[in-house]
């Protein structure tokens, strides 16, 4: 774990202190226990990676940092280790919050009025997201290619949709008032609105996912949804006007996201630039689960959505790309220039004929240099994961060659093949281009033949806009626009929803 100072030793030790304090004295107020045993789970999380990283080193998880100069060994998968230390927080926590019909001398509180159903939610809850941690585990060993992953959290969530059927959820939506004349005042989905709740599942886990590759920016992003999650619970418990059933809702939701904020405090430490340890698909199942979890479970999936502004917007970003439209490469982090230690948008090869046909032309009119010729590089595609391990790539050189195309005199135009976009593809990019949301290069001869563009994600989008950055400035960027978003959505939330609902 490396050598800590006395200080820090003994606040720790004070915190642990009160911790096991404050359980024991207040076992009969669940929240205060769940936030004693969400402070023990971030001090385990911290203290445990370290231990635990050379067992995960052994089995063969590991990796090394390509963004770095240095490559050394980093342990892979560590997300698994804090969500296990939440659900052994979570089952710790179980019986709390039926602690009074243990304990109390009440008449009334038999086996007769046990809440079954609370505790059926609690348990559905933790199996949903016990089964996102093991198969989030198993795509970080086995994998799985994205056509069988993508619907496991739908899969996972069936235990959910089950408890929150037999629970007599509602099926029915509110309608906005300028819609009621025609609609009326609620709408019920039916079979839908289960299907609409799956689909939450499935978003929220793999919108954290695809918004992934640099140091911390996978927590750093859960850990802000969390905390506008628990501010949103706090707001409702607090307030004077919030009915009985809606605070139990909420205090079900921060039972699971305080101890979640805990382990994801202590998984930061580790995880922040320089990483010492990857999280890997784990933690991002992990995550998205347990937040939709407290969204169905306390009926607030369109609020929680509001708090995702960022990873929408990186989806309808990565559209094009995730569907296919364009080339979509397996890795599109943004990549890393050894030279100046900054990060840089990575680019993706929509027509590699055209590029290697562009690259010759200027080899032949002598606009690449001798020691480019020779690099060996020149017909390989530049594809976003061959540029994070080479720092002499295709895309260098295909800039260079942009920057000081040709005398026009010396082109002969002669017809070229169209490019293998299809026409879909082709009024994407068109359209991503016009909104400055990417970079296309095209072909020097006719100018309208897409050679090369940058990878659709909020990422390269950053780095498009602000420049090449560093690695960790760029998670920062991340996160400063996911506490801006999340202040719109509050905005929204508790000012704008008032012109289109009921208060």
Known sequence: MGQISAFTAWLILAAVVGAVFIILTTAHDPFTVNSGLSVLAGIVTWSSIPALSEIFVKAGLKGMDLSKKTKNIIPESMGMVAGLIYLVTMFVFIPFPFMRWFTDGNQELTLLTFPYLKLAELLSALLSIQSMVFLGFADDVLDIR????????AVASIPLLMVYWVNAGVTYIVVPIPLRPFLGHLIDLGVLYYI?????????????????????????????????IAANDLHFINSPSTLA?????????????????????????????????????TYCYFAGMTFAVVGILSHYSKTLL?????QI?????????????????????????????????SHVVLDQEGLDEEISQNIAQGHLTQTQQRSGTLGKPASSASLLSSTVEL???????????????EIQHTPRPNSGLSRPGLLCIKILELLRLTHVRYDSRTGQRPLEMT???????ILLKAGPTSERNLTIYVMIIQVICSAIAFFIR??????????
Not at 306 to 310: C, E, K, S
Not at 455 to 461: A, D, H, I
Request: net charge positive.
């Open 196 to 228: 609409y709740m799956g689909m939450v599942a499935i978003f929220c886990t793999h919108s954290i996912n695809i918004m992934a590759g640099i140091n911390g920016v996978e927590v750093g992003q859960s850990l802000i949804i969390a905390c506008s």
């Open 146 to 153: 994205w056509r069988f992953k993508m619907p496991l959290p």
């Open 494 to 503: 508790y000012r704008l929803a008032a012109f289109v609902y009921d208060n």
């Open 245 to 281: 059933p809606a605070i139990e809702t909420h205090l079900f939701s921060l039972y699971f996201i305080m101890p979640f904020i805990g382990v994801s405090l202590g998984l930061m430490i580790h995880n922040w630039y320089p990483s010492k340890v990857f999280i890997g698909d």
């Open 395 to 409: 895309e260098d050189q295909a800039s260079v060659a942009a920057k000081n195309p040709p005398p026009s005199s």
């Open 306 to 310: 509001l708090f995702f502004i960022p």
């Open 313 to 345: 917007f990186n989806f309808i970003l990565s559209s094009p790309q995730l569907f296919r439209l364009v080339p979509c490469p397996r890795h599109r982090v943004p990549r890393y220039n050894r030279g100046t230690n900054l990060m840089e948008p």
């Open 455 to 461: 990878n659709l994600t909020l990422l390269n989008l």
